[in-house]
């Protein structure tokens, strides 16, 4: 299932385009400006499709005459060599957008499929994949809904909605409980998550307020014994994520553990862009 577009695409294609245009695009002079052509985007390799809503927002601020039809969805698995969609009208207008309606498209593309890679070794398990603010500047709500088109769910978006404690925060109030109790008493009503990276810190946090607690580079029998050790702890019943250099090779291995989410900063942060060809027709 699609999830809900971001309502900042009109505001990020735009900014996108002043950056490519300037004061115009002096090659889509060269051509007739009455001329009208047909265009099919072919995609190279399989890959999971997201971007649709930029790359047509793209073509619809250079030229509302350009029409875009497709033959795939945000979210379906599309097959190399595939046309995904066929774009006619002006051929100044086509050129001129091409490279940024590709580059949201590309990009996202990447984001989803690189998700969906991790979303189907978790599959029947009960472990999620989340991402994590170490996204592309500006492209944070278009790279989070990407994320959740390729089976992943999203971590926290930014500061203000969520708390994060970690070995900083730690260090500067004067320990886990002290921060966790501060936190809570300031917000008392945001999800809240601490960090540790022993299991002694572990302990120590299965008995304050938090709601998560996050795994911080943990070897798979350190995890093994949280989630023991978790589930054996009376009272409320915490979360754990497991973060830090997660290899997709191990996912399965993490998943046994039992641990609730995996967060991977990959997935936004070492972006693949999937191969689209654009080519008049």
Known sequence: MTPPLPTDI?????????EDLGSGDL??????????????????EPATLCGCAWFDETFRQIDRAIVVTWRAADS?????????????????????????????????????????????????????VLDTRKTLPGLRRAQKYAV?????????????DAILIKENH???????????????????????????????????????????????????????RAVELRNA????RQELEVSGSVRHEALAAIAATGVDFVSVGALTKHVRAIDFSLRFV
């Open 10 to 18: 009109a505001t990020v294609v735009a900014a996108a385009l002043a």
């Open 27 to 44: 090659t889509a002079e060269l051509l007739d400006p009455s001329a009208r052509a047909t265009a099919h985007l072919l995609v190279r």
């Open 76 to 128: 379906e698995r599309i097959a190399a060599d595939t046309v995904v969609c066929e774009i006619r009208g002006p051929a100044r207008g086509i050129v001129t957008g091409e490279r940024t309606a590709l580059n949201f498209l590309q990009t996202l593309s990447g984001t989803a499929t690189a998700t969906r890679a991790f979303a189907d070794v978790l599959a029947g398990t009960s472990t999620r």
């Open 148 to 160: 959740r088109c390729g089976g992943g769910e999203n971590h926290r978006f930014g500061l203000f």
């Open 170 to 224: 730690i260090a500067a109030v004067g320990g886990i409980r002290a921060a966790v109790s501060e936190a809570r008493r300031r917000s008392p009503h945001v999800p809240l998550e601490v960090e540790v990276e022993t299991l002694a810190e572990l302990v120590e946090a299965l008995d304050t307020a938090a709601d998560r607690i996050m795994l911080d580079d943990f070897s798979l029998a350190d995890m093994k």
């Open 233 to 236: 702890h009376e009272g409320k």
